[in-house]
């Protein structure tokens, strides 16, 4: 009985993996709103009826394709993140924002389906949020523990964060606990400057404008680092 069932759990999942191979390569051609279970059917030589029983709708192919989506983005950043002194807070910072960047320029279709346009009718369900933080859990503990070891020295160039910002800073501080609101107000500067740049570069806003995107990148990064009050890099940048 058991090894029956783990030949027919082990034939599922090599079928869910196999629709979602397809199902990713829809998206290169047709975009997330061309998604279509009947399509992925027919490549797969599969009655429509029978992919059903893996994924009731397109919405939930749809969470499949963007849970996976971000745990492999986050699992780019953790792997960055971990390959760095624990004490080296710009050397992590810049590490994983690489980290996004070359994951997103390897995966730009699955980019595009977790930061591009909405998808019409789709609402992304709470099962998703998990692996959504996932990166931003990094961010946030990189400032936490920079600031617990009083490595940050930010700049006064910006004025001081809202008395409105207070809530927002609360609720960002689950993932960057410690840290004042000034430093998230700069944090999501940050972040957003990153995800904003990566856009730009994938989606062509680039195109003709900036010839070394890469090495344009890194000196992006190493100024959002500085406007965070992260130290200056020890050793001159590894891109």
Do not use: K
Not at 12 to 31: F, K, M, N, P
Not at 119 to 131: E, F, I, L, N, R
């Amino acid at each position: 009985m058991n090894a029956g069932r783990t030949a027919r759990e082990r034939v599922r999942a090599e079928l869910t993996r196999e629709i979602t191979d397809i199902a990713r390569r829809q998206l290169a051609v047709d975009g997330a709103a061309g998604l279509s279970l009947r399509a992925v059917a027919r490549e797969m030589g599969m009655v429509s009826s029978a992919i059903y029983r893996y994924f009731p709708s397109r919405d939930d192919l749809l969470t499949a394709l963007i849970i996976d989506g971000y745990n492999t983005a986050g699992e780019a950043v953790e792997r960055a993140d971990a390959a760095c002194p624990r004490s080296d807070y710009t050397g992590r910072w810049l590490a994983v924002c690489h980290a996004v960047r070359d994951w997103a320029l390897a995966r730009p279709h699955e980019y595009a389906l977790l930061y591009g346009s909405p998808v019409p009718g789709y609402q992304a369900p709470m099962d998703t949020v998990t692996a959504a933080v996932r990166d931003t859990v990094v961010y946030g503990r990189i400032l936490s523990e920079a600031h617990a070891a009083g490595a940050l020295n930010p700049p006064g160039v910006c004025p001081p964060a809202p008395a409105s910002f207070a809530g927002d800073a609360a609720r960002v501080r689950e993932v960057m606990p410690g840290v004042p609101d000034d430093v998230v107000a700069r944090a999501l500067v940050a972040w957003s400057g990153l995800f904003g740049w990566v856009s730009f570069e994938l989606f062509g806003q680039f195109n003709a404008v900036v010839l070394d995107p890469a090495t344009a990148f890194g000196h992006a990064m190493r100024c959002h680092a500085a406007l965070l009050g992260l130290p200056a890099p020890a050793a001159p940048p590894h891109r």
